[in-house]
């Protein structure tokens, strides 16, 4: 599956990578922290990357860009739970989520909203769909040792 455009809640180093492999103007990250924020603008190559500030929890997980549907949502910020919830308005068809720190027991009901769920790196990351056939893919990848 191409990824056109993807979308994330917490930036970091995440934005660096998804900026160098989509071109920023394929991306849009929202974080809550200005300093934080300031930081990854400075320290990172994120050129061109759409940077949504909310500091308000309350709003937080309700941002969605402008880009939806999105091919590819990256949650590694606040309100993870609340961010899975809102990634299924948001997701293509085929799209995936990837939730950072999957290990942790209150995302555990996030993760359930979705039908497949692949967890990788010991745990920590899982990637979710709710597409078959992108099921399917992602399944031939991990068994291939490709992931």
């Known amino acids: 599956m ?3 455009n993807a979308f994330e809640w917490g930036a970091g180093n ?3 990578i998804l900026a160098k492999h989509l071109g920023g103007e394929h991306v849009t990250s929202v974080e809550s922290d200005y ?5 990854v603008k400075e320290k990172f190559q ?3 990357v759409n940077f949504v500030f909310e500091p308000d929890e309350r709003y937080y997980s309700q941002v969605n ?10 949650v590694d910020g606040k309100d993870r739970v609340n961010c899975l919830e809102k990634a299924l308005e948001l997701l293509s068809p085929r799209g995936i989520v990837v ?5 942790r027991a209150e995302y555990i009901g996030g993760i359930n909203l979705y039908k497949h769920a692949f967890f990788t790196d010991n745990g ?3 990637t979710l769909t709710n597409d078959d056939d992108t099921a399917s893919k992602i399944r031939q ?4 040792g490709s992931v």
Request: charged share 20%.
């Open 65 to 74: 860009g402008n880009d939806f549907p999105y091919d590819l949502i990256f």
């Open 99 to 103: 939730l950072h720190d999957a290990e």
């Open 46 to 48: 994120v050129a061109g």
């Open 2 to 4: 191409p990824i056109a």
């Open 141 to 144: 990848l991990l068994s291939a």
């Open 124 to 126: 920590n990351t899982v």
């Open 35 to 39: 300093d934080y924020l300031d930081m």
């Open 14 to 16: 995440s934005t660096e």
